[in-house]
């Protein structure tokens, strides 16, 4: 049961991962607004055809929950990728990536803020370890560029896409009891409406770029993979081994982004990048070996 585990998860942070790169390959053949929106109208397609008899289930409690599961929706789906695609056309995959690894330090600190959530010394000295190799990273290893406030205006989009995503991973707690199959389409509705705004502002700029052959299958990698499969895997890999140890795989995205930077976009690896990853990827490791263990 663990390897299957392990294996689904790793397919989970690889599709993940992939979201970034597949952003940055948008460029010039799908606009960011137009991507998001047909992603998300894809992946309600999908949903419609083939989980509306558990919808219809559960119809009830997603009444009940419309509005917060919309504006899960809305803010955890279709902000952060939208931020994550505008992000992409002026700063690199691989730093988009790399300061995913972010993500995890800043829920620490919205816990820590919000609910007071206590946390252990090499928690914090992992989290901290964690913060320099995203700051590397939005330097570009130059840290006096931080002391000019010199950072790539896609690095400052991609740290607000954090910022939503870590901030809509803390309101889950609140997350109302039903079958996965509903939590995921509700909110998949709420990214669909939610998109709409956004591709009516981009068209009226005059920026709107119809998918091309290209584009098209960006659009349709972004809907079943990151959208959609992710998820089913990702729900799976925690009822099989539980949400804590299936979290640490998240680390995994800046990874498999780079590693997808390189080999599919021809970026170029930067010795900055090595130090960043180093750090993130273990700042976290002495964050998680070092989290308080419950009572017995």
Request: charged share 10%; net charge positive; aromatic share 12%.
């Amino acid at each position: 049961m663990n390897s299957r585990a392990y294996f689904y998860l790793a397919i989970t942070a690889l599709f993940w991962g992939g979201n970034s790169v597949a952003g940055k390959m948008a460029v010039g053949h799908v606009s960011p607004m137009m991507l998001t929106t047909l992603r998300w109208l894809v992946a309600v397609s999908v949903i419609l055809a083939l989980m509306t008899p558990q919808i219809r289930r559960d119809w009830d409690k997603i009444r009940a929950h419309w509005l917060q599961l919309l504006a899960y929706g809305a803010v955890g789906f279709t902000m952060f990728n939208a931020f994550l695609y505008s992000a992409v056309k002026y700063t690199s995959a691989i730093n988009a990536v790399i300061l995913q690894a972010g993500i995890p330090m800043l829920i620490f600190l919205f816990n820590f803020v919000f609910f007071r959530t206590k946390a252990s010394i090499a928690q914090i000295a992992g989290f901290t370890v964690t913060l320099i190799g995203v700051l590397t990273t939005a330097a570009h290893g130059d840290f006096t560029s931080l002391l000019r406030l010199q950072f790539n205006f896609g690095d400052g989009l991609m740290i607000l896409a954090c910022i939503v995503y870590a901030g809509y991973t803390v309101t889950l707690r609140w997350k109302p009891a039903m079958h996965w199959q509903s939590f995921i389409a509700a909110p998949a509705f709420g990214a669909l409406l939610s998109s709409i705004p956004l591709l009516v502002w981009e068209a009226s700029k005059d920026s709107a770029i119809v998918p091309d052959a290209t584009g098209w299958a960006i659009v349709l990698y972004a809907a079943i993979f990151p959208s959609l499969m992710s998820q089913v895997l990702y729900v799976r890999g925690v009822e099989m081994i539980g949400a804590n140890r299936a979290g640490l795989f998240i680390n995994a995205i800046p990874v498999y982004g780079t590693l997808l930077s390189v080999l599919l976009v021809g970026e170029t690896f930067h010795a900055f990048h090595l130090v960043a990853l180093l750090l993130v990827l273990g700042g976290i490791a002495i964050a998680e070996h070092g989290r308080p263990k419950p009572p017995r």
